[in-house]
């Protein structure tokens, strides 16, 4: 059966093997798309090559099985599978895309089923899948050949926008006293903010939205479909402690991979921020204006958060 403790074993096994052969390694911010592991070219690039890494721990006193959501398998995507015998033997496989997609296929699941046997895990087949020292080079040479792929993220203080609600809602009741203004949900000035100020084409693919709250809730993910069926993944996330650590470690784990747009505006953030400036990261900014109190300053293009906010609200750009 699958445990959990075994999959932590092979992602910590893994992730030595990798480090000793001198690839570089780092924890992706989500797991939709199968991955544990992201193995990265050029971790202080903006945007770098990466595969995905998704760990596999089975222990094998009769049968068992690995199951791989089909959606999964692209070209930059792999396989560990980490097994341990009753008699505390154990061994790492690697599969590649294209040994993946021999496996059996359930078309009505939609995915990959590799099978497992303690009489045949010893055969020629799962031979030719063992890791050893020339699966570090053929990792290396897929890398080399993996295409940049670049995917937009947003991430939101929940208390800068708690904070930019206010304030707009302040402003525009005294410049539309005959409005009946009502007070914007959380994914309605998402949708705002992407309307305003979205500059990367977002409505090409996938945005993830991570919402980061000081409140003590669950996690919880859901789908939104924005203005111009933008399709928009929203992760809410807790802190255990200040949102702003979370928040620039986020930062830090994504910005080889994703264009980063921040929303938040607290003057903790402006040093990190201008040391990310000054390594050639690019991140779009949505804070208050000067008069509205602005406290993060870079040299990062910046918008004006009560702008997105007065979009939510029902309020034409005449009206701002």
Not at 111 to 122: F, G, H
Not at 164 to 179: G, M, N, R, V, W
Not at 235 to 262: F, K, M, Q
Request: aromatic letters at 12%.
């Amino acid at each position: 059966m699958h445990t959990k403790p075994l999959e932590i074993e092979c992602e910590s096994l893994v992730l030595h093997e990798l480090i000793k052969h001198e690839l570089k390694v780092t924890k992706p911010t989500f797991d939709e798309e199968g991955a544990d592991l992201l193995i990265i070219d050029n971790i202080a690039a903006q945007y770098t090559k990466y595969l995905k890494v998704q760990c596999k721990g089975r222990s094998l006193t009769s049968t068992n099985n690995v199951v791989i959501p089909k959606k999964y398998v692209a070209d930059n995507f792999l396989v560990f599978l980490y097994i341990k015998l009753d008699n505390f033997q154990s061994s790492m496989y690697i599969f590649f895309s294209d040994d993946i997609q021999e496996w059996s296929y359930n078309s009505r699941r939609d995915t990959y089923t590799l099978n497992l046997n303690i009489n045949t895990i010893d055969s020629e087949y799962f031979g030719k899948y063992k890791y050893d020292s020339l699966s570090s080079i053929k990792i290396k040479q897929l890398l080399s050949k993996a295409k940049v792929r670049k995917y937009s993220s947003l991430i939101i203080d929940e208390q800068f926008i708690e904070l930019a609600i206010e304030k707009a809602l302040d402003t525009y009741s005294k410049i539309h006293p005959d409005k009946n203004l009502s007070r914007p949900s959380m994914d309605g000035v998402i949708e705002g903010i992407l309307a305003v100020y979205d500059i990367y084409q977002s409505k090409d693919s996938t945005v993830r939205c991570h919402v980061f709250s000081a409140k003590d809730l669950p996690n919880i993910s859901y789908n939104l479909t924005v203005e111009d069926e933008i399709q928009v993944k929203v992760y809410r996330e807790y802190a255990n402690g200040p949102v702003c650590d979370d928040i620039l470690e986020h930062i830090n784990r994504t910005i080889n991979a994703e264009n980063v747009t921040l929303a938040a505006d607290n003057h903790i953030y402006d040093a990190p921020l201008n040391k990310l400036h000054d390594k050639g990261v690019d991140i779009r900014l949505i804070q208050f204006a000067t008069r509205d109190g602005r406290e993060i300053f870079t040299k990062f293009y910046w918008g004006d958060v009560i702008y997105a906010v007065a979009k939510a609200m029902g309020l034409g750009r005449y009206e701002w």
